[in-house]
Each structure stands twice: as C-alpha cells, then as structure tokens.
C-alpha cells in the first residue's frame, strides 16, 4: 500500500489529488459528494474514521461501485461519556458558575441545579452509543426510557430500558438525549411541534447529529422557558455562526467534541485503516454501509458460494442470447440457504461483467445497476436440494426465450452440475467449450479430431443428455481458446446444433 496523508487541503487541492487513488480516509470535514466521486476515476473505498456519514454522497458511490465504510463502534464510549459531560455541565450549570468565580462573584443561590437522581432520562435511538447512554444513567439512580422501532422488545429489557413509542419518550423524560443518525425520516426530529409535546421544565441533548434539532425552535422553548436547558455538540451548519441557540439563554455548547478523546481518535484511525485494507485486499467489507447484503461469519466465510455464484452467472449470461428481463436466484441446503442475499448479488455480478465491464461492476452496484437496466431480480432459499446437500441455481429470463444453469461446490471447488436440463460435473473455469450436438455415434470423436489437428489441447471433457438419441452438450475444459475458424469447423459437424466458446476467471 502506497499511503498519501497530506491533512487538510482546501476543496480545489482536494479535488485535484483524487484521480488514480483506490481508496480515500475522511473525517467529519471533509465533503465526498458526486463531484469528488467523479474525480476519483480509480476509487474503490472510501472509508469515514466515524459514524456519521453527513459528509458522504453514499447513494452516489453506490451507483459508481464505491465501497462506503465507517467505524460506529470504536468512538461510542467517547460520545456516550460526552453526551453525559453536557448533561451534568447543563444541570448544574456548570459552565456559567465557573465564569462566574472567574469575575470574582460568589452567587451560589444564583447556580441552583437539576438533580437527576430519580428522573426518566428518555433515549431517543438504542444502539450503542444509546445503549451506554442509558447504561449510565442507572448509575444516577434514573430510569431509563427508550424509542428505537428497530429494536426488540426484549432487547430493551435486556439493558433496562423501557421501550416506548416516541410520543410517549417526548411526555414523560425529564432529560430527552438524543442518538439517531440523520436520514430523511429522523431530519427536523425534534422541531417546534415535539417541543410542544415535551414535558415542561426538560431537559435536551444533542450529541448526535445537527439536522436532528429545529434549532430556531429549541431558542424559542429555551426563551419562553418550556425547556430548562438544552445541551449541543453538534449543530445544522459547523461551525454554527448565526444559529440563535448562540443567544438563547440555559444553553451548552461544545465544538462536536463527543469523539475527541486520544483513546476515540486511535480506535478509530486504527480501526478504519484495518477496514480498508482489508476491502482493497477483497478479504472482509466490515462495517460497509452499501453493501446490499450482510456476512454472517464474514466475507472469507462464504467466499467458495460468492465465487461459485458468480461464475453461474457468467455460464448463464453466455448461454442466454437477448434483452436481460428477469433473474431468478435459488439457493438451497444448509451452507448455501442462509446466504441466498449475497449470492444473487454474485449471480448479478457475474450475468453483468460481461455486458459492462470488469471495472464498471462489482457487488455494491450489481443490483443498481441490475434495477437500472429494468431487469427485475428475484431470489429464493429452501433448507434442502434434492440431488447435492448444497445447490446454487439461476435462471435468465430475456426477450428471446429462458435459459438456466445450477452448481455446487466440491470441498471449495466449483462445478456446474445442471444446465438447461443437462446433468453433469463441469468445472466453470478458463476456456470452456459448449458443443450441443445430436446423441449419435461419431460427432464427439470428430469434435476431438479438429480440436486436436488445430493444436487445442483438451483439459477435461465432460458429457450431459437428457436421453438416449436426443440432444447431448458437452462441456470441453481447454487449454487455451480455440480460433474463430476452429470453432465455424466444429459447427459444420453433421449432429451439431450449437457451439458457444467462454472464459472463466481462473
């Protein structure tokens, strides 16, 4: 790996420095929109030493085949730490008390505090920065309330947290925290309306995300005293010049610190450069933010079924002359089932590359671009195949009629064991060979004779028919590709009806 590290650079600098890089580290400060994305002709990764993803275009790098990664554990002790620094700094009003003896005062009935001891503290968004928020807040004798409609119920017991709905959250917390990311549904959250719905005299932080919070609205509850205080690390614009919460009065604000800890800033420049490395080296895409399917186990895990899938799409491309219309995916038995998701992407790669490109294909785009050119993807999974224990099957549907291969792997190896109805044992590598000819006498040791007067040395030779006299397909395993005029040669055989030549990766 060949690392540029040249630390901040203004946009243009930026901008200039991307064409020919494969992957690019960012924090919070730094934009990769559809422009930078565009610049970065060879990027592979981009990779965000964070959670937030504000800064990051990721629907454009998805439709460019960019890989999105971010870190949402390694700082999530630091900000839930943070998030409870402005709680205690608000309710005892700490910053204003500190200037206060600096001017040489002593106004101790001015700086009369909030206790938390037996208040609810409400956690809007139970993941793991709202989890150790949460946690904490046991330790202050609080009870904990909670709205996260992607979490089980009894997930929320599990950690002592009463999950509720969001009206019921705004009601009854004395201090609302909040810990969402920001999407179109969760922009604007917290604006004049839930303000309104909130219990008076509570308390708001916001360690989160700024798009979260009407910022105007939370100055007015603060003016007119619906909300005793509010706490922000984070704002809509950063730096927030102009924002009215700079005026409004019971208010703490930090310069989104909540991941500045030494500890915080090594988790995550260490974790983020692991994840890279090992998305550029095709090894694990952990913590990949547009990958369209989720690993148990990891990458590695499945890689031989990735690797078998794509190659059967790439079979069934080539056999499948017309407009792609539709894919269909099977994936059955106890190995192959579990994975049917990544697997159609594989199948999706591999039916596309071909059409494409190498290099305009891979498995963050492969369904984009499939949904781009109208072909309609399905997939299936059933916990047992009839003939092999394991069993990947696909089948093309395009304007010219319907065409479908299956396979399975040996120990790690791929074989095609089924195509169009043909049963056989055929390994879908290098320069394979497709003859279909009529089942008679004679057209394979011709089909052997031209291969061998040409100099085409046959690696395997492998035989499928569906009866007796019928049509018969060989798959023949070459050493090399045999010549265009070899191939109008094997076609001029009397008995044979189609020849197809393909390559395989490997």
Not at 80 to 109: F, I, N
Not at 368 to 392: F, K, T
Request: charged residues 25%; proline residues 5%; contains cysteine.
């Amino acid at each position: 790996m060949e690392v540029d590290a040249p630390g901040a650079m203004e946009r243009e600098a930026f901008l200039a420095a991307l064409p020919g890089h494969h992957a690019l580290i960012v924090r919070s400060g730094t934009r990769v929109d559809a422009e930078a994305l565009a610049r970065a002709d060879g990027l592979k990764v981009v990779g965000r030493a964070g959670v937030g993803l504000d800064n990051i275009d990721v629907e454009a790098a998805t439709e460019r085949g960019v890989l999105v990664m971010n870190t949402p554990g390694a700082n999530a002790t630091a900000t839930a730490e943070h998030t409870w620094a402005l709680l205690l700094a608000l309710c005892r009003q700490v910053p204003a008390a500190d200037a206060s003896v600096r001017r040489g005062e002593w106004e101790r009935k001015r700086f009369v505090g909030f206790q938390l001891a037996g208040k609810t503290l409400g956690v809007i968004g139970l993941g793991r920065v709202g989890r150790l928020v949460a946690a904490r807040g046991r330790g202050f004798g609080m009870q904990a309330i909670g709205c996260d409609p992607y979490l089980a119920a009894d997930a929320a017991t599990e950690i002592n947290v009463e999950l509720a709905d969001l009206e019921r959250v705004l009601a009854e917390a004395d201090v609302l925290t909040l810990h969402v990311p920001l999407t179109d549904e969760t922009r604007g959250l917290i604006g004049a309306d839930a303000l309104e719905r909130m219990k008076p005299g509570a308390l708001l932080v916001n360690a989160a995300r700024g798009g979260l919070v009407d910022e105007g609205a939370v100055a007015d509850a603060l003016a007119d005293g619906r909300l005793a205080g509010a706490a922000f690390d984070v704002y809509a614009d950063e730096p927030p010049a102009g924002s009215p919460l700079l005026a409004a009065p019971n208010v703490v604000l930090t310069p989104h610190l909540a991941a500045s800890t030494s500890e915080a800033q090594r988790d995550v420049s260490v974790q983020i450069a692991e994840q890279v490395v090992a998305a550029l080296r095709d090894e694990e895409f952990r913590n990949a933010v547009n990958l369209p399917f989720v690993t148990t186990g990891g990458l590695s895990a499945i890689r031989p079924w990735l690797d078998l899938a794509e190659r059967l799409g790439r079979l069934a491309e080539a056999l499948a002359p017309g407009r792609i219309e539709r894919v269909e995916v099977e994936a059955r038995g106890p190995e192959a089932a579990p994975h049917a998701d990544p697997l159609s992407v594989a199948v999706l790669k591999g039916v596309l590359t071909p059409i494409l490109g190498l290099a305009d294909v891979n498995y963050v785009n492969a369904a984009h671009v499939a949904a781009e050119r109208g072909i309609d993807v399905s997939r299936s999974r059933r916990a047992s195949a009839a003939d092999y224990a394991n069993l990947v099957g696909c089948r093309i549907r395009t304007d010219a009629g319907e065409r479908s291969v299956a396979g399975t792997l040996f120990q790690t190896h791929p074989r095609a064991v089924e195509i169009d109805g043909y049963h056989l044992d055929a390994p879908p590598v290098g320069t394979a060979l497709l003859v279909w000819n009529r089942d008679v006498p004679g057209v394979i040791g011709r089909v052997g004779t031209i291969l061998g007067d040409a100099g085409v040395n046959i690696a395997e030779w492998r035989l499928g028919r569906t009866a007796p006299g019928q049509t018969a397909l060989a798959f023949i395993n070459l050493d090399a590709p045999a010549p265009r005029d070899v191939l109008e040669d094997l076609r001029r055989i009397e008995g044979v009806r189609q020849v197809r030549q393909l390559e395989f990766p490997g």
